[in-house]
């Protein structure tokens, strides 16, 4: 049986496809399959894109061609990768050629090192609009074969609360309260869905300073980042309103219990900065990439293979193409909050 290795997968998909979810022919004709990795996200200034060789070989193992495989060089050598941009009504904008960039070496051992590329372009050259198509092409002008995948782009989306305000774009709130004399409160958070997004995730971000001595040189500045709910299915092609609460009680009992106490000195402070809750949306390509991964069978005990990757014949490649957004409102502490923990929680320190 011919065997399928598939070379340089993008990482970042494990973050969070429309996407063909056939069998993947492993005894089909030898053909050059190419893997797409692409997560575009509308709030960066530059996009990243990894392409990397799949192939069939029926003479080595995997552990050689991992290591050392002219097919790899040349693929690289010979790619040209454009991004083209195409309006709502599928009217093609422009074209751009992407750059290739070395990345970091991978951690030493059996596979290849010399050969770890992507693909990049700065919203300088061509700057990403919601509900517009973007596709990318690696083409490989030694062969002439054209692989490409395709994501539209998420329009922009209203966080609704916690809010004092009904302007969507004011991104500094009034201070909320979570924790009184009276015990814990639940915090409301919603949020409207957006075109082209199918699946969300929500979170908050506690941003706290340390500080010893009373002396403010030393302030180191931290993070605790709390998950509110993660996988929110919604359909993308129309709008509606997502209603969730953080639980405060289980908020800052997280909180509390990640503190290492072990290496505080008695002069530690600290000080709450803010909360700044996200809501982080992808696109359908990444929700059918997720009902991909859940649909395992215990029976067959496989998965359906997944990809929204072709080349110009229609062949199935590998990977995906897909889009984020993410929108943020922060808010800060309320001074009552900050009170009432002090009489309580003397041990935080605030």
Not at 40 to 68: C, M, P, R, W
Not at 149 to 168: E, H, L, Y
Not at 251 to 272: C, G, H, I, W
């Amino acid at each position: 049986m011919k065997k399928i290795y598939f070379l340089g997968l993008l990482g970042v998909l494990l973050i969070f496809s429309t996407c063909k979810t056939n069998d993947f022919d492993t005894n089909a004709e030898y053909r050059e399959i190419a893997v797409i990795y692409g997560l575009l996200d509308i709030g960066t200034t530059k996009q990243y894109i990894k392409v990397s060789k799949g192939f069939q070989n029926t003479n080595t193992n995997a552990v050689e061609l991992a290591a050392d495989d002219p097919e790899i060089t040349q693929f690289q050598d010979s790619l040209e990768v454009t991004l083209h941009e195409y309006n709502g009504a599928g009217t093609w904008i422009q074209s751009q050629p992407m750059t290739k960039e070395f990345l970091a070496l991978k951690d030493q051992g059996t596979f290849n090192q010399e050969n770890n590329y992507w693909y990049t372009i700065d919203t300088s050259l061509m700057t990403l609009k919601g509900g517009y198509e973007y596709e990318v092409q690696a083409k490989n002008i030694v062969t002439g074969n054209i692989h490409s995948g395709s994501a539209k782009m998420i329009d922009d989306f209203c966080i609704v609360r916690p809010t004092a305000s009904f302007n969507c774009d004011d991104f500094d709130l009034p201070a909320i309260t979570f924790y009184t004399v009276k015990g814990y409160r639940k915090i409301a958070v919603e949020f409207e869905t957006a075109l082209n997004a199918e699946v969300y995730k929500v979170y908050v971000d506690f941003n706290y300073a340390e500080f010893t001595d009373n002396d403010t040189s030393t302030t180191v500045r931290k993070t605790y980042r709390f998950p509110i709910q993660s996988s929110i299915m919604r359909p993308y092609d129309s709008k509606g309103v997502v209603e969730l609460q953080l639980n405060s009680e289980a908020f800052f009992t997280s909180f509390m219990n990640q503190l290492d106490t072990a290496l505080q000195v008695e002069s530690m402070k600290r000080y709450p900065e803010n909360l700044t809750f996200t809501i982080v949306a992808s696109g359908p390509e990444m929700a059918e990439y997720i009902s991909a991964e859940n649909a395992y069978s215990a029976i067959t005990q496989t998965k359906p293979f997944y990809t929204n990757i072709t080349d110009q014949d229609g062949n199935e490649g590998a990977g995906l193409m897909t889009s984020r957004y993410f929108k943020s409102k922060r808010c800060v502490v309320s001074t009552r909050t900050l009170e009432d923990i002090r009489a309580h929680f003397p041990g935080i320190r605030f």
